[in-house]
Structures are given as structure tokens and as C-alpha cells.
């Protein structure tokens, strides 16, 4: 979502201001690659990893650099600080979001992410309500349940594991929004949303797909919807924006953190050391666990840093006229924070192409010795100001979960002979640029690490099944017969 979102709004401010363009960099602003007349800095734009070209920019540049796309200025910021001072301080005159006819047109205006004023508002609050963290402590257990099926899963099934790490984070999405659960990803919900998302860039949830049951009325969104000041139809987008930006961008982190713990044996061997010193062999990992495995943790961190799924989060758009370090940004100006650029920036991090999680171990955001790190955050990768990504605690907490039990149950091994010795692809072209940035499809052996930890997974998924359950009133026949096979 992130990055086609990002993509499709640089092609409308394209569109829109071809017309009225004169291109050039006004005085005041802050500097940039040089531009032609009309056009600006058009031409050099990439359309694909857009973010690579923006860090290469910001180490000629510095810290903060403008583009021209003919009348429209872009400011691209590299720097913690000024992110700390610019855009999470005056969030209030950063929070909108850049004009793009595109995106409205297929939503109306009433996609979350894109929207701006009083529906932006409306659909905030509803959102927060969902994802605060109290109320993230609430799905905990189905959460939880669907962790545990997906080593299930893996144990019957390792050769699908794309698939299924996707239909587990899609299910979260949907029990946690309507009550209603996705057991299987062939033929399912997931799937349908998966495909239909991906094909029509549309965020809009077909009402049909709404379940009727009283169980999704858990989600108080429906039930105070006029109090929110919601229709019908805005409660549709935010469904289908919660499922397609919580599932994609949290599977495509997963997908990366298998990729790096099978490229990177070193750092699987280490980590399983250290969660069998504390759990063994005779139960499954708990939530409290990771407080007591700094390595898992920095292991987590080092998979948001190493590649991000949002590398140029979304752009904001600037609401008044304003100056920063002495630079004037002029009110309407684009505005894009360079994750990707500060967590790959040699300033700031040792060798930062090579995964290596002990950077965490050292220095508390992975710094080198004696590294400027004014205005870094543990969260940057999940954006700034009043726009910061509502789903960050859900997303969190799914993640610990996952990698405690995957490190902990499974081992992984590149499957193809040519990959095994080469060290992280970091090549872009090996990463998808579509709705967020993940590994395109690879092979991996997953294996259970031993008969007692297969038989203890099986166990906790057949305890995990009442949970599993409580979601699974609306199942089609054959989605039936799967539970009760499976
Ligand atoms: C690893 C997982 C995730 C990452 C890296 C991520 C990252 C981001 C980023 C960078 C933004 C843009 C923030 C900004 O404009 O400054 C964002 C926005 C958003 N995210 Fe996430 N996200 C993740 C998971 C989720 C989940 C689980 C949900 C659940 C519903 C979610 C829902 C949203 C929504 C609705 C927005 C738009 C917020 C707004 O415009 O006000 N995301 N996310
Ligand atoms: C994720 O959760 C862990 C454990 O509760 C916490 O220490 C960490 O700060 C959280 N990270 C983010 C980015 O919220």
C-alpha cells in the first residue's frame, strides 16, 4: 500500500501541476539536484525506487532537499532531527496529505491514508479506537491464536509459507475489525482480498463481505458509527484500509525476517541459544518472553532497519507557510521523510548493507560510536506526527510473536544451492514495489527443530482452536470441512 500510495500520488502531482508549471527552484528553498525549465526535476525522477534516488540525493544535498515537479515543490527530509523538529512538532501544519485525483477517484475521497480534513478526522478517531493499546491488549488472544496456527501451518505445509504468513496476518486484520476469522488462504477471504486489492488498487471493502452476525459488533465502530460521524460507506474504506494496510505491510516484514534468518545462519544459531536458554523445549514461547531476549529484540529491530516496508513512508503535505533551519517551505509543499535513507545512512551506522542485529546490542538505535543520533526514535518506520501509523502497537506486538515462535520452533535454510552462500540479496530488484515492500516469492526450508517441539506445536494449536473458534461463525461449507480436517 505504502508504495504504491506513494507512487500514485507523485504521478498525480505530476498530472496537476504539469499545466501550471514553470519549474524552476525558488529562492529560500532548501537546494537540490538542478532543474530544467517546465519541468523541473521531472526527468529525473525514477519510477521505480524512488527512495534510492532520494538517498543518493541527500548525501549531495544534506539533511533536507527540494525537487520541483514543474510548480510543485517536494521536500524530502533525511535527517532525524529535523523530522523530531519539523514534523512530528508541527504535526498540525504537517499532517495533511498531498492532493492526488487518482487515489480519489477509486475512493472518494474516504481512504484513511489519503484523506485530509474533517473525514481524515473522523476516520482517525474511529481507527484509534480500534488500535489503541488497551484496546490492542483485547485481541491479544486471537492474535495469539493465529501465531500458533501458523507454526501449525509451517509444520504441515513449510513449502507455502509466503501464503500462509499472509492469510495470518490478513485473518488478524479481519477478526479484529469484523469478528470474523480466515482459516485457510486457498479459496478464501484472503485471497479475495488479496487479489482484488492488488488488482484494482481499491481499498474499498465490499459491503457484501461485511458478515451479519451480532459478533463483529464488537467492534463498537459500527455500533457508534453516527456518533463518529461515519456512513455506511466510510465504515466500508476503513475496513478495507485496516486489511490491506495492517496485513500487507506486517506479512512483507515477516516475509524479509525469513528471508534475513535463513541467508544469515550465524544469527539464527545465536538467537535459538538464547530462547532455549530461556524457554526449552517443554513449552511454546509467551508474549512476556521477549522482555528477557535482548537478542530476539535487536534481531526485530535489525529486520525494520535492514529494509523497511515503507521506505518513504507517505508523503505529507504542508497546510501553512513555513520555515525550518533557515529554509522557507512554502504552504502546499509535498513533504516525505527518508526512512530508508537515515537507516542505511553511513553517518549514522556501521557497514548498514550487512544485516547485523548485534548493531542493537551496542547502542540503543543501532548507531555507530559517537554518531549524531539527535531526534532518532525506536519508530520511525512507522512514520511521524499525527499521521503516524495507527496500527503500530497491533503490528508490534504481531511481529514479537511471530519471530519468538519462529526462532523457536523451526529451523530455515535457503533452499536453492546458489543462493545458500550469498549473503542478504540487497539488490532492489529483488524486493516487490508493490503495496509494500517485501521479498519477491523465494524457496526456504523450514523444518521443526525437533519431534518434541513439532508435538508441542500441535498441541498448543489444538488449544488455541476455542479461540480460533469464537471467530469462525460465518464459514462457508467447505471452509468447514478445512477446520475440521486441517
Ligand atoms: C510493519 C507494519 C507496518 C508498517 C511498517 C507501517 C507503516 C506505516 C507508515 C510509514 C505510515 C505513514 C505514516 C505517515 O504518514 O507519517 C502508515 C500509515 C497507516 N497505517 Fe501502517 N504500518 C504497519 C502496519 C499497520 C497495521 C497493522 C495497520 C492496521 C490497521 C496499519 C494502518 C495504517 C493506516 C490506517 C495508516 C494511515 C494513517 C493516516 O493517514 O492517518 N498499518 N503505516
Ligand atoms: C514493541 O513492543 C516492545 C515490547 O512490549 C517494546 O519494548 C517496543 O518498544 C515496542 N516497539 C515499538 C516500535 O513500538
Redesign the pocket.
Known sequence: MLASIAVLSLLALFVLSWLRGKGSRESGLPPGPPTLPIIGNIHQLPTKFAYLRFTEWSKQYGGIFSLKLASQTIIVISSPRLIRDFMDKRSGSMGDRPPSRLPDITTNGLSLPLASGPVWKSLRRAVQQLLTREACSRHMPIQQAEATQLMYDLLKQPENFFNHIQRQMISIMLSTVFGFRSPRYADSAASIFFSQFNTNGRLYLNQALIPQSTLYLHWNIIDQREKLGLTRDMVGYLGGVCIEGGSATTAAYLHRFVLCISCYPDVQARAQREIDDLIGSNRVPTSQD??HLPYI?AIIKEVHRFYTSGPLGLPHATTIDETIDGYFIPKGSTVFMNIYGIYHSEELCERPEVFNPERYLSSEFGTKPNADTTGLR??LH?GSGRRICPG??LA??SI?MNIMNLLWGFDFTIADAANRDRHIPIRPEDFTTGIAIGPKPFKCNIRPRSEKHAALICEAYAQARPTLSMFEQELTPSEQKFVEDW
Open positions: 521477549i522482555e529484540q525506536s519508530d512507522f503500530n502497537h508490534n506486538s514479537i
